[in-house]
């Protein structure tokens, strides 16, 4: 029997599972919408109760997908939205809430996070997202793609420190956060969000995990995102539209690497030497 997901602790005291689920292409094509709520329900019964949408995602499509999803269920879910920088004014940002609160059915959103840094100042976003918090639209707000000085920046705005976490680019082959940001949020106790664990499904398809998949009997996006699990204070969103690949995430959760394992891992994809810019997807 598998071991009930780990949580993590957010600096607004939510405990949120640190396997959750992603949502990017998904609402794009009617024909494939009834497997991809089939897909989110399912990890939902399997423990992964957080999602992670966004208004960009097929145009709001994605986030009808989630509001199917989630209906006559939303208590056990804990949703993460992200507002477009297009829309990051203050007036902008409780619009495009209103808007996505629409397509996902619901009356809040748990954690809506600023999707990229664009030109809006940043106070002018926080303002927003604190006043979208004292209308109970929202409960907790954060940022995604902040590299290190923008979260130093962030935290120098009134409210900045209300951030809650910082959705990035995390995997075995970006391992750049590990030298600079991982750490910052680390000391800060601030979870990092790790988009795109599996790099989009090519980590699926590399021969540098095929020795440890085979020594756990697991496929190698299961070591993939075992590895991003293997650390406190870090949520992995893998997305899987098909059931089989839903299955395989959740176990992977229960994979524990050994030290040899993941001193093999750092032989083929080495830790960042020196401070890398953040990429991005
Ligand atoms: P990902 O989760 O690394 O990879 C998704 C792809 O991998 C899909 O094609 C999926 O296939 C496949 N896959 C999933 N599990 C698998 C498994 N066990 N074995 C083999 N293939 C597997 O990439 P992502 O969708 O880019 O990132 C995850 C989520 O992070 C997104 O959906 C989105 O919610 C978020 N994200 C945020 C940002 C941002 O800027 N903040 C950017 C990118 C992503 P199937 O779907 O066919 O099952």
Same mark, same amino acid.
């Given at each position: 029997m598998s071991s009930a997901i780990r949580t993590t602790r957010l600096p607004g005291r939510d405990d949120v599972p640190v396997l959750g689920q992603g949502t990017w292409g998904l609402g794009e094509r009617p024909a494939r919408r009834a497997d991809e709520v089939a897909a989110l329900r399912l990890g939902l019964d399997l423990g992964m109760t957080?999602?992670?949408?966004? $208004?960009? !995602?097929?145009? &709001?499509?994605? $986030? +009808?997908?989630?509001? +199917?999803?989630?209906? &006559?269920?939303?208590?056990?879910?804990?949703?993460?939205?992200?507002?477009? %920088?297009?829309? /990051?004014?203050?007036?902008?940002? @409780?619009?495009?809430?209103?808007?996505?609160?629409?397509?996902?059915?619901?009356?809040?959103?748990?954690? !809506?996070?600023?999707?990229?840094? #664009? *030109?809006? %100042?940043? /106070?002018?976003? @926080? /303002?927003?997202? +604190?006043? #979208?918090?004292?209308? *109970?639209?929202?409960?907790?707000?954060?940022?995604? =793609?902040?590299?290190?000085?923008?979260? @130093? $920046?962030?935290?120098?705005? /009134?409210?900045?420190? =209300?951030?809650?976490?910082?959705?990035?680019l995390y995997n075995l082959r970006r391992r750049g956060i590990e030298y600079d940001l991982l750490p910052w949020c680390r000391e800060r106790a601030i979870p990092v969000m790790a988009y795109s664990p599996v790099e989009q499904g090519v980590l699926a398809g590399d021969g540098r995990l095929a020795r440890i998949a085979d020594r756990h009997g697991v496929s190698r996006s299961q070591i993939a995102l075992a590895w991003v699990l293997r650390q406190d204070g870090v949520i992995a969103i893998p997305r899987a539209s098909r059931s089989e690949h839903v299955r395989e995430n959740r176990a992977a959760h229960d994979i524990r690497l050994a030290p040899a394992d993941l001193q093999e891992l750092d032989r083929a994809f080495p830790p960042p030497a020196g401070k890398q810019p953040l990429e991005m997807i």
């Open positions: 957080l999602i992670d949408t966004a $208004e960009m !995602y097929g145009d &709001g499509g994605a $986030e +009808e997908v989630v509001g +199917e999803a989630v209906s &006559g269920r939303r208590d056990e879910v804990f949703i993460v939205g992200k507002v477009l %920088p297009t829309h /990051a004014s203050r007036l902008g940002v @409780v619009t495009a809430c209103d808007h996505s609160l629409r397509r996902l059915r619901t009356d809040r959103i748990d954690l !809506y996070l600023l999707h990229w840094r #664009l *030109g809006t %100042p940043l /106070a002018e976003t @926080v /303002a927003g997202f +604190e006043a #979208l918090k004292a209308a *109970g639209k929202i409960r907790h707000w954060g940022v995604s =793609n902040f590299d290190t000085a923008d979260m @130093v $920046e962030l935290a120098g705005v /009134a409210d900045g420190r =209300n951030v809650q976490t910082d959705q990035v």
